[in-house]
């Protein structure tokens, strides 16, 4: 049997990983692939209610270092009770955002150090890592401006502006550490290109690694 495949979506707020990563699952399943549209934090009921958890704007006491575990712990939960699982039955499971976001946010973003959120998500993904990566650059500014129009603001999205400029920074950082599984989309184009672009890099990556 075929081996699963992990793709993964990364990307600022705003950068429109959510439309984008959907989008790519409809026209791979219409195809007929076997595959499975997924996120982080999330994707299943546990990691949804952690989700629930971290997002609330109410917890504005919550410890940066909590907050990585937590994200680390939901990203366990949802590996072991639905991405492993696709997996080994060879399916192809597309997931909005995984590891690399707790690299950049917690990491960089909130300072922790990448090596030390690392050391935790090791623990956690024990060796799961994506085989391919979507990343959908844009513009600092558009990405935060796109995300305060949409309104309904999240705990992460209601950061500073300062904030969102060192997850960039993270990213960038992230980007050179794994070079080797990341396809670099410029998301500020329209959405029908940005998803055509991200649909024929999944495909790509199907016929090279699946
Ligand atoms: P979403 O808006 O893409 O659904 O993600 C929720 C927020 O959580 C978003 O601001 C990015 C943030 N996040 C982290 O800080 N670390 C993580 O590990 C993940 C998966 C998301």
Known sequence: MRKGLLITFEGNDGSGKTTISKRVYEALKEKGYPVIYTREPGGIDIAEQIRRVILDPANTAMDARTEALLYAASRRQHLVEKIIPALSKGEIVLCDRFVDSSLAYQGVGRGIGMDAVW???E??????????????SIPLALGYQRVADRGNLDRMDQESLMFHEKVAQGYEQ??????????IIDASQDVDSVSDQAQR??????AALW
């Open 174 to 183: 992230v980007k050179e550490r794994f070079l080797d599984r990341m396809e």
């Open 201 to 206: 890099a999944c495909e790509r990556i199907i």
């Open 119 to 121: 050391k935790i998500n």
């Open 123 to 136: 623990f956690a993904i024990e060796g799961h890592m994506p085989d391919a990566t979507i990343f959908l």
